[in-house]
């Protein structure tokens, strides 16, 4: 009974794998994982599993030339741990990726966040097992505001970010938040953009929940085209068998 599904990794893998010092074993594990997934899980029905590659976080000429291997190699969406040109920040280093992200039409997708954006707060031990549930939200929303403030969106309208496991109930009151700050404070800062900065949520943003009534519920001020189920199979999150 399942029309399609876009495949992820387990995050403490991949993780991993984005946090050595030596890239030739970073670039050996994402290597790996990426074969692996196509040619021997989706194998069993590519029509209907669909791999997402997954680009180390090396350099802006390795991001590039990785996700146009991944189009070549029949990839329908790649995926990033930190920014294409594995900088802190998001900057105009950037741009080269989302500009071949927007030529090859590839979504880009961010699973729960970036490997470098883990919390300086560390939680009580009672809390550890449930702060996992706020932070794909938090990580998520300044990824994306990042996005579309600094004009990623407006100068590459094509280019589509997914957000994963990140929920979706929060979407509307960040919308109307993000809108807020841009007319109060655009002039300010010499910011110009196409479109409200919620209409490039709706655009260029997808995001997935595994358990979220209240998105469910808000569905329409989500925008229904820009929100995707998520099962976590098989993961503890999922509700498997119910």
């Known amino acids: 009974g399942v029309d399609a599904e876009c495949l992820y ?26 074969q692996w997934l196509k040619e021997e899980f989706c194998a069993a029905d590519p029509t209907r599993l669909i791999p997402i ?3 180390p976080p090396i350099d802006i ?18 995926a990033l741990t930190g920014w294409p040109s594995a900088n802190k920040q998001l900057s105009a280093a950037d741009d080269p990726f989302w500009a071949a992200a927007e030529e090859l039409g590839i979504p880009i997708s961010v699973h729960f966040g970036f490997a470098g954006q883990m919390s ?36 590459h309208p094509g280019m589509h970010l997914v957000g994963v496991e990140v929920g979706v109930g929060w979407i509307p009151h960040a919308a109307e938040m993000i809108d807020d700050r841009y007319w109060r404070n655009r002039t300010r ?49 999922n509700d498997y068998p119910y």
Request: aromatic share 12%; proline share 4%; hydrophobic share 40%.
């Open 9 to 34: 990794p387990p995050q403490r893998a991949i993780m991993s794998f984005s946090l050595y010092d030596y890239r030739d074993l970073m670039r050996a594990g994402f290597e790996a994982y990426n």
């Open 53 to 55: 590659y997954y680009i």
């Open 61 to 78: 000429e390795t991001s590039v030339q990785q996700l146009r291997q991944a189009h070549s190699l029949g990839y329908r969406g790649a």
């Open 120 to 155: 300086n707060h560390v939680p009580s031990r009672e809390a550890a097992g449930a702060t996992g549930a706020v932070a794909g939200m938090q990580r998520m929303s300044e990824i994306v505001v990042d996005m579309i403030f600094s004009g990623v969106f407006h100068r």
């Open 189 to 237: 800062l010499g910011i110009e953009l196409g479109k409200l900065p919620s209409q490039y949520l709706k655009d260029n943003f997808t995001a997935t929940f595994i358990v979220d009534k209240i998105g469910v519920q808000l569905r329409h001020a989500v925008g229904i085209n820009s929100m995707a189920w998520s099962t976590d199979f098989p993961h503890h999150g």
